[in-house]
């Protein structure tokens, strides 16, 4: 009974920023459950070979370039999709950058409007168009990527325009839950700690970074890609059916302190 609430058979999964990292193996998550997904990303040949990745392993995927500051390609995409597979049942938000150690009073113009457009308005241009066709389908499960970020200022980076981006997201992903919970479609989010990737293993090397980012999680360590993944399959799945709204902390224990 319950093992079954797990699976994603028969539904269309679209992942916005997935040719790597927690996207990747999030469209590797979802695929093992059972779900056709959708890569989108910025770099359209990146895509492509995530995508090869999974169909030469037998899973489900196909893959399409998408830019999420652009509201118009955002909507193209949604057709073109609704077009080939008829439906989309899980949204996950997980498209986004950081630009930091940028200290505020320094901060550019561009810089600040470049991280809130991907990770704010990225996040709801997705929403409101990939929501759209899920109301009307009287079902959906929407997941937003956001960080323990939205909730501490992190330490030795200055990255404002990051945190309040995140901020936005988790704000954004209860307003929208209770806009259409009774309408059948699920919003909820991840707050994730420091994931290990190619970029921040390296950075956490640094002596003064590892002190606060590494020594100040309970856990002692960074998070992995698969672990966020895990708990966004959840959140798809029915066996979160009673949860919107919700922000689940995956941070290693980060907050705790």
Same mark, same amino acid.
């Given at each position: 009974?319950?093992?079954?609430?797990?699976?994603?058979? !028969?539904?269309?999964?679209?992942? =916005?920023?997935?040719?790597?990292?927690?996207?990747?193996?999030?469209?590797?998550?979802?695929?093992?459950?059972?779900?056709?997904?959708?890569?989108?990303?910025?770099?359209?040949?990146?895509?492509?070979?995530?995508?090869? $990745?999974?169909?030469?392993?037998?899973?489900?995927?196909? $893959?399409?370039?998408?830019?999420?500051?652009?509201?118009?390609?955002?909507?193209?995409?949604?057709?073109?999709?609704?077009?080939?597979? !008829?439906?989309?049942?899980?949204?996950?938000?997980?498209?986004?950058?950081?630009?930091?150690?940028?200290?505020?009073?320094?901060?550019?113009?561009?810089?600040?409007?470049?991280?809130?457009?991907?990770?704010?308005?990225?996040?709801?241009?997705?929403?409101?168009?990939?929501?759209?066709?899920?109301?009307?389908?009287?079902?959906?499960?929407?997941?937003?990527?956001?960080?323990?970020?939205?909730?501490?200022?992190?330490?030795?980076?200055?990255?404002?325009?990051?945190?309040?981006?995140?901020?936005?997201?988790?704000?954004?992903?209860?307003?929208?839950?209770?806009?259409?919970?009774?309408?059948?479609?699920?919003?909820?989010?991840?707050?994730? @700690?420091?994931?290990? @990737?190619?970029? @921040?293993?390296?950075?956490?090397?640094?002596?003064?970074?590892?002190?606060?980012?590494?020594? !100040? =999680?309970?856990?002692?360590?960074?998070?992995?890609?698969?672990?966020?993944?895990?708990?966004?399959?959840?959140?798809?799945?029915?066996?979160?059916?009673?949860?919107?709204? $919700?922000?689940?902390?995956?941070?290693?224990?980060?907050?705790?302190?």
């Amino acid at each position: 009974m319950y093992l079954e609430k797990f699976k994603l058979d !028969g539904k269309v999964a679209v992942i =916005t920023g997935a040719a790597q990292g927690i996207g990747f193996a999030t469209a590797d998550a979802l695929s093992e459950a059972g779900a056709l997904v959708v890569i989108t990303d910025m770099d359209a040949a990146a895509a492509d070979a995530a995508c090869d $990745s999974l169909l030469k392993r037998g899973r489900q995927a196909t $893959s399409i370039k998408l830019d999420v500051t652009n509201p118009r390609e955002v909507e193209s995409v949604h057709s073109q999709i609704l077009k080939a597979h !008829g439906k989309v049942d899980i949204l996950v938000n997980n498209a986004g950058i950081a630009i930091s150690f940028k200290p505020a009073e320094t901060m550019e113009d561009a810089t600040w409007l470049k991280v809130l457009d991907v990770n704010l308005n990225g996040v709801f241009w997705c929403c409101r168009t990939f929501g759209k066709s899920m109301l009307e389908n009287g079902t959906g499960a929407i997941i937003n990527v956001g960080s323990m970020s939205a909730d501490i200022v992190n330490y030795p980076q200055e990255q404002a325009n990051y945190n309040a981006s995140k901020a936005g997201v988790h704000h954004l992903t209860r307003s929208l839950a209770a806009e259409w919970a009774k309408r059948g479609v699920r919003v909820n989010a991840v707050a994730p @700690t420091y994931i290990e @990737t190619a970029l @921040t293993r390296e950075v956490a090397q640094d002596p003064e970074i590892r002190k606060h980012w590494i020594e !100040g =999680t309970p856990m002692e360590r960074m998070g992995q890609p698969s672990e966020i993944a895990s708990v966004i399959l959840f959140l798809a799945s029915d066996a979160a059916s009673l949860m919107t709204g $919700s922000i689940v902390s995956a941070d290693g224990g980060y907050t705790c302190w």
